[in-house]
């Protein structure tokens, strides 16, 4: 069973600081990493994919994957208020396909 | 933008009912996924079709079956629901490149008592 693990959280961070969440996964042959927003009763939304090693960058959000050390994670600059959701990491399998592997989420909080 | 539209919000069943979960997307997308989503367990996969009349098991199938008749409507059955399929359901569609995203509905919370 392919895995990918996220810290549960909460992880509390103030207004205006950066928020680091982090996702680890077992697949070596996964070539496809999504990161997921989802608000209290909503539905997942998709905020960044990526796909070659190194960071992506879109507005506030950078998506950083490491393919070597199994390790993708999403850094929130200038945290707000609205970013409070639960972060969902979602990794492709070995060979590509849209059956995706979802870790179960971290929970942020970002405190006026 | 990707409209996935799931035709109920929230839904409340009996015990032994056979349930009907509606899924509608505009996209002409070629996959569409069935999930379920509990507390702690995270997003797991039901069922998914890559295309018309095509369905393959996801990771927890037992009592579910669906249907896909039309490219753009994909059906979640619970023959005899049960009080253990108390979940949120979401629905998902994607494009056929293994690169794309899934865009997800906005859920169907179902109880059954």
């Known amino acids: 069973q392919k895995e990918v693990e996220q810290n549960s959280g909460p992880l509390s961070v103030p207004e205006g600081a950066i928020a680091s969440l982090n996702c680890t996964y077992s697949?070596?042959?996964?070539?496809?990493f999504f990161w997921y927003r989802q608000y209290s009763g909503k539905s997942p939304e998709l905020i960044m994919s990526i796909y070659s090693n190194g960071d992506k960058e879109d507005g506030r959000f950078t998506a950083q994957l490491n393919k070597a050390s199994q390790y993708v994670s999403l850094l929130i600059r200038d945290s707000q208020p609205s970013d409070s959701a639960t972060y969902l990491c979602?990794?492709?399998?070995?060979?590509?396909?849209?059956?995706?592997?979802f870790g179960t989420g971290t929970q942020l909080k970002v405190e006026l | 933008d990707v409209k996935v539209t799931q035709s109920s919000r929230y839904l409340v069943k009996r015990t032994g009912e056979k349930v009907f979960l509606e899924c509608v997307q505009d996209?002409?997308?070629?996959?569409m996924f069935w999930y379920r989503q509990d507390p702690g367990l995270g997003l797991r996969l039901i069922y998914f079709?890559?295309?018309?009349?095509?369905?393959e098991k996801g990771d927890i199938p037992e009592g579910y079956s669906v249907s896909r008749e039309k490219k753009e409507r994909f059906s979640l059955i619970l023959e005899s629901a049960s009080t253990n399929q108390t979940s949120m359901y979401l629905c998902?569609?994607?494009?056929?490149?293994?690169?794309?995203?899934?865009?997800f509905g906005n859920g169907t919370r179902l109880t059954v008592t």
């Open positions: 079709s890559y295309d018309v009349k095509m369905k």
């Open positions: 998902a569609s994607s494009l056929g490149r293994g690169d794309s995203p899934l865009h």
């Open positions: 996209m002409d997308h070629e996959n």
């Open positions: 979602a990794v492709s399998p070995t060979g590509g396909g849209n059956k995706l592997t």
């Open positions: 697949d070596r042959g996964s070539q496809s």
